[in-house]
């Protein structure tokens, strides 16, 4: 993952601004934090250079006693979504500290963004990998599974890495280099320009690039 400083969000959905031309920018509003700074890592300690945030408060009746007493030490109540963030100088940072959206991009500004892609469950191999299929009369007798996979006398075996039907989505996906449309501090919100991974309010890692 990218090494430097970044913010948690909640994809909100797609829209759409316009650019002075009048152009249409399609764009994913995400409400990215403020982030609460909980834990700060070094390499002395921990053998690696990071910080550690929270996003989303949570009642403190909901936080179990291991995390109350974590989220005690930052004056916080609990947070839906802990994350870390490598970072090359963590004495920047102070515990409890809050890092706002304006303080780590501007408008103009890459970043990385990633996320979960939706779970599509167990898919077939039109599906997943875009096969075309058979015929779709009724005599046809092939239609949507996957035909001969194997080899003959020899190797006489499934080649590794054959398409095969399985598991779609719910991986771990990092989209580079994506615009900075627009900032709204006053309501924590960011515009980056196209379509992002995950479903809504799906939480997505924002990677500034320095």
């Given at each position: 993952m990218p090494k430097?400083?970044?913010?948690?969000?909640?994809?909100?959905?797609?829209?759409?601004?316009?650019?002075?031309?009048?152009?249409?920018?399609?764009?994913?509003?995400?409400?990215?934090g403020p982030c609460r700074v909980l834990q700060i890592k070094t390499e002395a300690t921990d053998g690696y250079s990071a910080i550690q945030v929270g996003f989303a408060e949570k009642k403190a009746l909901r936080v179990n006693k291991p995390l109350a007493g974590h989220f005690q030490k930052s004056d916080s109540k609990g947070f839906y979504f802990v994350r870390e963030f490598r970072v090359n100088d963590p004495s920047v940072y102070a515990v409890g500290q809050d890092?706002?959206?304006?303080s780590v991009i501007k408008i103009g500004d890459k970043v990385d963004v990633q996320g979960?892609?939706?779970?599509?469950?167990?898919?077939?191999?039109?599906?997943?990998?875009?096969?075309?299929?058979?015929?779709?009369?009724?005599?046809?007798?092939?239609?949507?599974?996957?035909?001969?996979?194997?080899?003959?006398?020899?190797?006489?075996?499934v080649i590794k890495g054959k398409k095969l039907p399985g598991r779609m989505g719910n991986d771990s996906v990092l989209r580079k280099n994506v615009m900075v449309v627009d900032v709204r501090s006053e309501e924590n919100v960011v515009l980056l320009k196209g379509p992002l991974p995950g479903a809504k309010n799906g939480l997505l890692k924002i990677y500034a690039k320095y």
């Amino acid at each position: 993952m990218p090494k430097s400083m970044g913010i948690l969000g909640k994809k909100i959905g797609m829209t759409r601004v316009y650019s002075e031309l009048g152009q249409a920018i399609p764009v994913t509003v995400i409400e990215a934090g403020p982030c609460r700074v909980l834990q700060i890592k070094t390499e002395a300690t921990d053998g690696y250079s990071a910080i550690q945030v929270g996003f989303a408060e949570k009642k403190a009746l909901r936080v179990n006693k291991p995390l109350a007493g974590h989220f005690q030490k930052s004056d916080s109540k609990g947070f839906y979504f802990v994350r870390e963030f490598r970072v090359n100088d963590p004495s920047v940072y102070a515990v409890g500290q809050d890092i706002s959206i304006d303080s780590v991009i501007k408008i103009g500004d890459k970043v990385d963004v990633q996320g979960t892609s939706k779970g599509r469950g167990f898919q077939g191999v039109i599906k997943r990998h875009g096969f075309s299929g058979g015929g779709s009369g009724h005599g046809s007798m092939f239609h949507r599974a996957p035909g001969s996979i194997g080899c003959s006398a020899y190797p006489s075996r499934v080649i590794k890495g054959k398409k095969l039907p399985g598991r779609m989505g719910n991986d771990s996906v990092l989209r580079k280099n994506v615009m900075v449309v627009d900032v709204r501090s006053e309501e924590n919100v960011v515009l980056l320009k196209g379509p992002l991974p995950g479903a809504k309010n799906g939480l997505l890692k924002i990677y500034a690039k320095y």
